[in-house]
């Protein structure tokens, strides 16, 4: 059972719900910041006389900064679903409480600073149960 206070719980999901907007935002821009409106970002919008390989790296950098912001937002999604039908402030994997301190500081965070450290420490692989 969480032990997030009703006040802190509501705190934490304005925060991810702004963090949400501002994701969401900031992938509209992404991928519509080309010249015409058809065509993403992603597709490289370089000068025809451009260095071909300049423009592969630019391009790869453009999809890493997608890839994260993706990435990052599918996690606040999750935080909010969790907070919406219940075990948001659960560890996924123990089950323990996650410490208000960490949830103010990392609201999507989804394992207690123990399991998280021990996920770190095996490179992101699976973890046993416990």
Known sequence: MSTVSANVMQVLSNRLQQRREQLSAQLRQRLHQA???QEMALFNNYAIDADLAEASQLSDTDIALLNHELLELRSVDNALGRLHH??????????????EARLLAQ????MCRDCQTELELRGGSKMPPR
């Open 35 to 37: 010249d015409e409106q």
């Open 86 to 99: 219940g075990g948001y402030g659960q560890c996924s994997h123990c089950g323990e409480a996650i410490l």
């Open 107 to 110: 609201p999507e965070a989804e």
